[in-house]
Protein backbone atom coordinates (compact mmCIF):
# COMPACT_ATOMS: atom_id res chain seq x y z
CA UNK A 1 0.00 0.00 0.00
CA UNK A 2 0.25 3.37 -1.05
CA UNK A 3 0.51 4.50 2.98
CA UNK A 4 3.04 1.81 4.27
CA UNK A 5 6.08 4.46 2.79
CA UNK A 6 4.85 6.82 5.34
CA UNK A 7 4.69 7.97 9.03
CA UNK A 8 3.32 11.18 8.83
CA UNK A 9 0.48 11.70 6.80
CA UNK A 10 -1.08 15.65 6.90
CA UNK A 11 -4.45 15.75 4.96
CA UNK A 12 -6.67 18.89 3.56
CA UNK A 13 -10.51 18.40 4.83
CA UNK A 14 -12.45 20.18 2.29
CA UNK A 15 -13.17 17.94 -0.66
CA UNK A 16 -10.68 15.74 0.44
CA UNK A 17 -12.50 13.61 3.65
CA UNK A 18 -15.33 16.24 4.00
CA UNK A 19 -17.80 16.11 0.76
CA UNK A 20 -17.83 20.17 0.66
CA UNK A 21 -20.30 20.39 -2.21
CA UNK A 22 -22.45 17.88 -1.09
CA UNK A 23 -22.53 19.06 2.90
CA UNK A 24 -22.85 23.11 1.24
CA UNK A 25 -25.47 22.19 -0.81
CA UNK A 26 -27.67 20.93 1.98
CA UNK A 27 -26.38 23.93 4.24
CA UNK A 28 -27.74 26.22 1.39
CA UNK A 29 -31.26 24.35 1.29
CA UNK A 30 -31.99 25.01 4.80
CA UNK A 31 -30.43 28.57 4.67
CA UNK A 32 -32.60 29.70 1.89
CA UNK A 33 -35.98 27.77 3.70
CA UNK A 34 -35.11 29.55 6.55
CA UNK A 35 -34.86 32.71 4.69
CA UNK A 36 -37.54 32.23 2.02
CA UNK A 37 -36.21 34.87 -0.59
CA UNK A 38 -37.59 35.86 -3.76
CA UNK A 39 -35.11 34.08 -5.91
CA UNK A 40 -36.45 31.90 -7.89
CA UNK A 41 -34.71 28.65 -9.16
CA UNK A 42 -32.40 27.78 -6.03
CA UNK A 43 -30.00 25.74 -8.49
CA UNK A 44 -29.12 29.23 -10.08
CA UNK A 45 -28.84 30.99 -6.91
CA UNK A 46 -26.47 28.76 -5.76
CA UNK A 47 -24.37 28.62 -8.93
CA UNK A 48 -24.34 32.40 -9.19
CA UNK A 49 -23.25 32.28 -5.56
CA UNK A 50 -20.58 30.27 -5.88
CA UNK A 51 -18.78 32.02 -8.61
CA UNK A 52 -19.09 34.67 -6.34
CA UNK A 53 -17.67 32.91 -3.44
CA UNK A 54 -14.85 31.40 -5.28
CA UNK A 55 -13.42 34.63 -5.87
CA UNK A 56 -13.70 36.23 -2.83
CA UNK A 57 -12.22 32.67 -1.40
CA UNK A 58 -8.52 33.45 -3.81
CA UNK A 59 -8.83 37.07 -2.14
CA UNK A 60 -9.11 35.98 1.56
CA UNK A 61 -6.35 33.81 0.96
CA UNK A 62 -4.11 36.12 -0.81
CA UNK A 63 -4.73 38.11 2.08
CA UNK A 64 -6.56 41.12 0.61
CA UNK A 65 -9.81 40.68 2.50
CA UNK A 66 -10.83 39.60 6.03
CA UNK A 67 -12.88 36.45 6.78
CA UNK A 68 -15.82 38.51 8.33
CA UNK A 69 -16.19 40.51 4.61
CA UNK A 70 -15.50 37.41 3.35
CA UNK A 71 -18.80 35.43 5.07
CA UNK A 72 -21.07 38.52 4.41
CA UNK A 73 -20.16 39.66 0.79
CA UNK A 74 -20.68 36.41 -1.00
CA UNK A 75 -24.08 36.55 0.35
CA UNK A 76 -24.46 40.66 -0.09
CA UNK A 77 -23.00 40.77 -3.40
CA UNK A 78 -25.05 37.54 -4.81
CA UNK A 79 -28.42 39.21 -4.08
CA UNK A 80 -27.51 42.57 -4.57
CA UNK A 81 -25.86 41.69 -8.32
CA UNK A 82 -28.10 39.42 -9.43
CA UNK A 83 -31.88 39.92 -7.16
CA UNK A 84 -31.03 43.87 -6.47
CA UNK A 85 -31.31 43.39 -3.05
CA UNK A 86 -28.99 45.27 -1.28
CA UNK A 87 -28.93 44.56 2.73
CA UNK A 88 -25.82 44.59 4.38
CA UNK A 89 -27.37 43.27 7.74
CA UNK A 90 -29.33 40.18 6.14
CA UNK A 91 -26.61 39.14 4.10
CA UNK A 92 -24.25 39.55 7.76
CA UNK A 93 -26.77 36.97 9.53
CA UNK A 94 -26.97 34.81 6.08
CA UNK A 95 -23.47 34.92 6.23
CA UNK A 96 -23.69 33.52 9.95
CA UNK A 97 -26.62 31.34 9.75
CA UNK A 98 -24.84 29.43 6.63
CA UNK A 99 -21.93 28.51 8.92
CA UNK A 100 -23.93 26.95 11.35
CA UNK A 101 -25.73 24.83 9.25
CA UNK A 102 -22.40 23.63 7.64
CA UNK A 103 -21.09 22.58 10.71
CA UNK A 104 -24.14 19.91 10.81
CA UNK A 105 -22.60 17.98 7.26
CA UNK A 106 -21.47 15.13 7.84
CA UNK A 107 -21.03 13.81 4.16
CA UNK A 108 -17.15 12.34 3.68
CA UNK A 109 -15.69 11.86 0.52
CA UNK A 110 -15.61 8.16 -0.81
CA UNK A 111 -13.38 6.07 0.61
CA UNK A 112 -12.32 8.63 3.30
CA UNK A 113 -13.44 6.88 6.58
CA UNK A 114 -11.74 3.25 4.73
CA UNK A 115 -7.94 5.61 4.17
CA UNK A 116 -8.14 6.85 8.34
CA UNK A 117 -8.80 3.80 9.59
CA UNK A 118 -5.87 1.69 7.66
CA UNK A 119 -3.52 4.74 8.40
CA UNK A 120 -4.67 4.70 12.13
CA UNK A 121 -4.28 0.90 12.37
CA UNK A 122 -0.92 0.52 11.19
CA UNK A 123 -0.03 3.60 13.57
CA UNK A 124 0.12 6.63 11.48
CA UNK A 125 0.25 9.90 12.83
CA UNK A 126 -2.32 12.24 10.75
CA UNK A 127 -2.78 16.00 11.03
CA UNK A 128 -5.72 18.27 9.55
CA UNK A 129 -4.43 21.61 7.16
CA UNK A 130 -6.43 23.50 6.31
CA UNK A 131 -7.02 27.29 4.84
CA UNK A 132 -10.60 26.80 6.13
CA UNK A 133 -12.36 28.89 8.97
CA UNK A 134 -11.48 27.81 12.80
CA UNK A 135 -14.64 27.50 14.46
CA UNK A 136 -16.32 25.29 11.47
CA UNK A 137 -13.29 23.17 10.46
CA UNK A 138 -13.45 21.79 14.08
CA UNK A 139 -17.29 21.34 14.33
CA UNK A 140 -16.62 19.34 10.69
CA UNK A 141 -13.91 17.14 12.11
CA UNK A 142 -16.53 16.13 15.35
CA UNK A 143 -20.27 16.07 13.88
CA UNK A 144 -18.61 13.67 10.76
CA UNK A 145 -16.63 11.50 13.57
CA UNK A 146 -13.28 11.94 12.08
CA UNK A 147 -11.71 13.97 14.95
CA UNK A 148 -10.37 10.95 17.22
CA UNK A 149 -7.80 10.10 13.62
CA UNK A 150 -5.95 13.35 13.85
CA UNK A 151 -3.48 14.03 16.76
CA UNK A 152 -3.10 17.68 15.25
CA UNK A 153 -5.04 20.91 13.49
CA UNK A 154 -3.86 23.43 11.80
CA UNK A 155 -6.07 26.48 10.94
CA UNK A 156 -4.37 28.59 8.72
CA UNK A 157 -5.52 31.73 10.65
CA UNK A 158 -4.46 30.10 13.79
CA UNK A 159 -0.94 29.91 12.68
CA UNK A 160 -1.24 33.15 10.31
CA UNK A 161 -0.87 31.70 7.32
CA UNK A 162 -2.65 30.26 4.19
CA UNK A 163 -1.38 27.06 2.36
CA UNK A 164 0.64 26.85 0.23
CA UNK A 165 3.34 28.89 2.28
CA UNK A 166 5.80 26.08 3.73
CA UNK A 167 5.02 27.47 7.81
CA UNK A 168 1.96 25.89 7.86
CA UNK A 169 3.42 21.93 6.93
CA UNK A 170 6.61 22.76 9.29
CA UNK A 171 3.83 23.44 11.70
CA UNK A 172 2.02 20.33 11.27
CA UNK A 173 4.87 18.51 11.11
CA UNK A 174 6.57 19.41 14.01
CA UNK A 175 3.12 18.51 16.53
CA UNK A 176 3.28 15.43 15.13
CA UNK A 177 6.50 14.24 15.61
CA UNK A 178 6.79 15.95 18.85
CA UNK A 179 8.46 18.70 21.09
CA UNK A 180 12.34 18.57 20.23
CA UNK A 181 12.15 16.54 17.43
CA UNK A 182 13.74 17.88 14.70
CA UNK A 183 12.49 18.63 11.56
CA UNK A 184 15.30 16.95 8.85
CA UNK A 185 16.02 15.01 5.47
CA UNK A 186 14.37 11.66 8.30
CA UNK A 187 11.11 13.13 8.73
CA UNK A 188 10.17 14.64 5.47
CA UNK A 189 10.79 11.56 3.36
CA UNK A 190 8.09 9.46 6.00
CA UNK A 191 5.96 12.22 5.54
CA UNK A 192 2.98 12.66 2.79
CA UNK A 193 0.27 15.97 2.04
CA UNK A 194 -2.94 14.28 0.64
CA UNK A 195 -5.05 16.86 -0.96
CA UNK A 196 -7.40 17.95 -3.81
CA UNK A 197 -6.14 21.69 -4.46
CA UNK A 198 -3.09 21.39 -6.34
CA UNK A 199 -2.00 24.73 -5.95
CA UNK A 200 -2.38 25.11 -1.93
CA UNK A 201 -2.00 21.50 -1.51
CA UNK A 202 0.26 20.12 -3.97
CA UNK A 203 2.69 22.91 -4.89
CA UNK A 204 2.55 23.34 -1.12
CA UNK A 205 4.08 20.05 -0.13
CA UNK A 206 6.84 20.43 -2.80
CA UNK A 207 7.76 23.62 -1.47
CA UNK A 208 8.14 21.82 1.35
CA UNK A 209 9.85 19.31 0.51
CA UNK A 210 7.31 16.43 0.95
CA UNK A 211 5.83 13.87 -0.69
CA UNK A 212 1.91 14.32 -1.80
CA UNK A 213 -1.22 12.49 -3.04
CA UNK A 214 -3.34 14.73 -5.61
CA UNK A 215 -6.65 13.66 -4.82
CA UNK A 216 -8.78 14.94 -8.48
CA UNK A 217 -11.96 13.11 -7.93
CA UNK A 218 -12.99 16.07 -11.05
CA UNK A 219 -10.00 14.52 -13.36
CA UNK A 220 -9.13 17.97 -13.50
CA UNK A 221 -5.75 18.43 -15.86
CA UNK A 222 -2.81 16.78 -13.90
CA UNK A 223 0.36 19.44 -13.97
CA UNK A 224 2.11 16.43 -13.28
CA UNK A 225 4.36 17.20 -10.00
CA UNK A 226 2.43 14.88 -7.54
CA UNK A 227 4.11 11.97 -6.53
CA UNK A 228 0.38 10.34 -6.87
CA UNK A 229 -2.66 11.37 -8.87
CA UNK A 230 -5.65 9.98 -8.74
CA UNK A 231 -9.33 10.05 -8.58
CA UNK A 232 -9.70 7.65 -6.08
CA UNK A 233 -8.69 7.59 -2.62
CA UNK A 234 -8.56 4.23 -1.99
CA UNK A 235 -5.18 4.34 -4.22
CA UNK A 236 -3.46 4.95 -1.15
CA UNK A 237 -4.52 1.41 0.12
CA UNK A 238 -3.65 -0.54 -2.82
CA UNK A 239 -0.23 -2.51 -3.60
Given at each position: ?41 REI ?103 HFF ?39 RTI ?47
Amino acid sequence: MIIENYDYFLLDLDRTLWDFDANAYAAMEMLLNKWNLPIGKREIFFERYEVINRRLWDDYEAGLIAKEYLRRERFHKTLKEHYGIDDVDAAEQMGKDYLDFMALGNILMPGAREVLEAIAARGGKMAIVSNGFREVQYRKLRVSGIDHFFSAVMISEEVGVHKPDPLIFQKALETLCGEGVEIDEKIKPRTIMIGDDYPNDIVGAIDFGIDSFYYNPSNKENPGNAVWHSRDLLLLLSD
